[in-house]
């Protein structure tokens, strides 16, 4: 059987004080009245919105690829009527020329990232997710191969998203729960669109059923949860917390971040990026319930032969994802001072089902390319457990 290379892409804590619980109850407080942006007034410059038919609603159908290699399809659908949203802020993936994007989507970068990324989730929410003018890929490659960059503007693209947001909270939001959800560069900006906006405000954080922020080092004291980069938003510990947070990047367990990884680091002394498992909040080992993209392209970074996911393949494979169950175990670890979400395939050669997943760059970056794809399944039920949660609370 082949690799598959996937091309381009912690304690019990009360998490919603009883004077927040009060204040959900209340009639929702608009933070932001009178709010309205010229740029997110326009639906064109929203991937995905509740409102409106788009990427997020179609075709996302996976075949499910048992142990034995017998398949069965696993049919999407969406939400009828959701009871909470989510708010997503997609990663670097851009290919536009210069070092900040454009509010264009092309559908091999933000339109196919969204996809992969967000999409699955409106089984459960209504999806909310904005264009906005990124740091580009070009940039960052150019960075990494020692050439000099077109000039960037990070405060761009952080203006973008608090904007974008405003306008969703001033006049779509309505009182509703909303799980904030984004990777990488998204995942950045949504740690400081929640230090800046939403940990500080009590009414807003009422509302928010949890974050889950991917790829990036949340900064938690050693030995707590809340006290780091947020002041009030703890991490989750069991799928009925609320009004916390979610965050992980994940290694090879055989392949741990080295000394110079971009993920899992400390940022300063007594502090230690936050892990918490999505397969198993309390801690401890747990299967993920990946859902990759039948043609093995989880970011359109790299591209590679599209896999031979069972052998031999006793029926086409024609839906755009499949899914491995108890393929992939997971569970945080410490290694060196970086902490980290360790992934173990569990490919047998005996087996007809493909040995590995992929989504490796090099050892610094770790299986960066697939922390969505990787457990997806598991971020969907915990959205939906969470949201059902913070419906009961509120």
Known sequence: MRTLLLGGAVLAATIVSSAEASAGKRAAVNPYPGYHSAIYADPAHWLCRGDTDDVCDHDLDATSVKANGKTRTESWHEAKHPKFDCFYVYPTISNDPGGNSDLVPAAADELFVVRQQAARLGTTCRVFAPVYRQVTLTALIARLAGRTPPPTDPALAYGDVVDAWKHYIANDNEGRGVVLIGHSQGASLLVNLIKNEIDPNPDLRARLVSAILLGTSLQVPAGQDVGGDF???????????????????????????????????????????ACTNPASLRGGKGWLHPFLPTDGASLPIFMAPRPRWVDPEKRPITTPFVTLPRFVEAECAETNGFVYLALRPQGNPADPRIDDIGGDLTPEWGLHLVDANIAMGDLVALAQREGRAWRAKH
């Open 231 to 273: 002041a009030n938003i703890p991490l989750c510990h069991t799928p009925h917390d609320t009004g916390c947070a979610i965050s992980y990047a994940s290694f090879r367990a055989s392949a741990p971040p080295p000394a110079n990884s971009l993920f899992g680091r400390s940022q300063r002394p007594g502090w230690k990026a």
